[in-house]
Every structure is written in C-alpha cells, then in structure tokens.
C-alpha cells in the first residue's frame, strides 16, 4: 500500500526554520517523483520544490527560492524540506505527493498525496 506521511510542522517565528519529512512506504523514493506543494487558506494549491530521481537536482518555485531545499535519504525512504527564513506568507498546509518523473511542480501532474502538515508563521 502507497502511503505518504508528513510531519516537522508547527508554529514558528518569521525568521526561523522547520524541516519537513516526507516519509514513502509501498514505494521507493528514487525512483518516483516526490514534489512538495502548500496550500494556503482561500488559495489554490502550488509547487514548492521537487527532487529528480536521477541526479537529485532540485526545482523550487520563485517564492520559496533561496530559502528552501528538497533532499531525499533513501536508506530511509523520506524526502524532507529545510525551510529557513521564513515568512508569515509561507504559512499553510504542505503536502508531499507522487507523481510525473518530468521535473514540474504543477499539482495537476502529481496523483497521490500525504495528509498534511500545518505549518504557520508569526510576524
């Protein structure tokens, strides 16, 4: 059975740092095509930043580049999301989700998904 689960939310000040995991079962991580997305209350859902299974090079959306970095461990199946400096408009739910091996960070190519981590930041 396919199963994302994220965690590393919660409530930091602007500034700060939170990593996320995305920990995989049911597949292997270096062979899918992991992204990670957020949503914002009353907005549509985005790409923050993806991994590419062949060379672990990274695409982050322009909001996020420069603050964020997508890295994956396969020993332990997990894909995380380092986020420093951090601003009150990154606050949202972020989401883990399998999808296309093309390196996009459009959710519309993306077909299975974790249940979510809150994260929020304070001014």
């Known amino acids: 059975e396919v199963q994302l689960v994220e965690s590393g939310g919660g409530l930091v000040q602007a500034g700060g740092s939170l990593r996320l995991s995305c920990a995989a079962s049911?597949?292997?991580?270096?062979?899918?095509?992991i992204g990670w997305f957020r949503q914002a209350p009353g907005k549509e859902r985005e790409g923050v930043a993806k991994i590419s299974t062949s060379d672990g090079s990274a695409i982050y959306s322009d909001s996020v580049k420069g603050r964020f970095s997508i890295s994956r461990d396969n020993a332990k199946n997990t894909v995380y999301l380092q986020m420093n400096s951090l601003k009150p408009e990154d606050t949202a739910v972020y989401y883990c989700a399998v999808g296309t091996l093309l390196m996009t960070i459009s959710p519309s190519n993306y077909y299975f998904w974790g249940q979510g981590t809150q994260v929020t930041v304070s001014s």
């Open positions: 049911g597949f292997t991580v270096d062979v899918r095509g």
